[in-house]
T-cell receptor
Framework: GQNIDQPTEMTATEGAIVQINCTYQ??????LFWYQQHAGEAPTFLSY????GLEEKGRFSSFLSRSKGYSYLLLKELQMKDSASYLC????????????FGAGTQVVVTP | GAGVSQTPSNKVTEKGKYVELRCDPI?????LYWYRQSLGQGPEFLIY????????DSGLPNDRFFAVRPEGSVSTLKIQRTERGDSAVYLC???????????FGEGSRLTVL
């Protein structure tokens, strides 16, 4: 199995930075992915890492350390619309879209 | 529309009944996935199609669940003898092959009374 742990909820102020951590236990995987899901809506792809290091996409960045079993998603210049659940997911070798998702981190952005 | 379309958006049924959930993927996407999501949880993998064939059905919880994709496009998830524990949002996603960038539909919310 691939236990994936992420905090249940985080609160931050508009304009601030929030870092969502994700730890996992797996013997191998293709990549680590982050999806955003607004309440009652479909998950949407945000970012992914295959190699160790930082991937930057506008206000969102994702980091991976395979040796430490750790990833984080960094949200900068928070906006009210960023209030959503953020899902960490890993895909096993040979199957890119067969994800093991974490339970999600609910980010609440306050004015 | 250009996105993944799922019907019905809501389905209420009684325990023991049969239900079908339909997914119309993005045109040109070879891979199609079914997931289900319970409140407060991440999506749980059910089955994956590559073209017309089920490449991986290891996530189907038991033999009451079955899915088809006869022409490599539209897929139907079929649930027999529904149980209250089947209540969840059933999500369909499609993608090109060998990519983890899935495009999800809005889901079908199934409630079994």
């Amino acid at each position: 199995g691939q236990n994936i742990d992420q905090p249940t909820e985080m609160t931050a102020t508009e304009g601030a930075i929030v870092q969502i951590n994700c730890t996992y236990q797996t013997s191998g995987f293709n990549g680590l992915f982050w999806y955003q899901q607004h309440a009652g809506e479909a998950p949407t792809f945000l970012s992914y890492n295959v190699l160790d290091g930082l991937e930057e996409k506008g206000r969102f960045s994702s980091f991976l350390s395979r040796s430490k079993g750790y990833s984080y998603l960094l949200l900068k210049e928070l906006q009210m619309k960023d209030s959503a659940s953020y899902l960490c997911a890993v895909s096993p070798p040979g199957s890119w879209g067969k994800f093991q998702f974490g339970a999600g981190t609910q980010v609440v952005v306050t004015p | 529309g250009a996105g993944v379309s799922q019907t019905p958006s809501n389905k209420v049924t009684e325990k023991g009944k049969y239900v079908e959930l339909r997914c119309d993927p993005i045109s040109g996407h070879t891979a199609l996935y079914w997931y289900r999501q319970s409140l407060g949880q991440g999506p749980e993998f059910l089955i994956y199609f590559q073209g017309t064939g089920a490449a991986d059905d290891s996530g189907l919880p038991n033999d009451r669940f079955f899915a088809v994709r006869p022409e490599g496009s539209v897929s139907t998830l079929k649930i027999q003898r529904t149980e209250r524990g089947d209540s969840a949002v059933y999500l369909c996603a499609s993608s090109f092959l060998n990519t983890g960038e899935l495009f999800f539909g809005e889901g079908s919310r199934l409630t079994v009374l």
